[in-house]
């Protein structure tokens, strides 16, 4: 047979039981946020800093393909001259 007593006694438990659940959930997000926020700080830091690398290099590399031309061309000078000899 049914109970209805202990089943209406049981529901205000269970909705206790979810409201804290609930409450402990919203608790834990709100915790949360705080890491998330530096979290994505740290995130634009390195995007930051990943754009003023690009950069240094886009201007650098002109420079760098200048002086492996003129490494080439002493290499290639060496080795008519060692060929020569």
Do not use: C, N, W
Not at 6 to 32: D, H, K
Request: proline share 4%; charged share 25%; net charge negative.
């Amino acid at each position: 047979m049914f109970d209805v007593f202990g089943a209406a006694f049981a529901i205000p438990g269970q909705l206790t039981a979810v409201a804290r659940r609930v409450l402990v959930s919203t608790l834990e997000a709100v915790e949360a946020v705080p890491k998330i926020a530096a979290a994505l700080d740290d995130v634009r830091a390195t995007l930051k800093h990943s754009e003023r690398l690009a950069t240094f290099a886009a201007g650098e590399l002109p420079e760098i393909v200048y002086q492996l031309e003129e490494i080439k061309a002493r290499l290639e000078k060496l080795e008519t001259r060692t060929e020569a000899s």
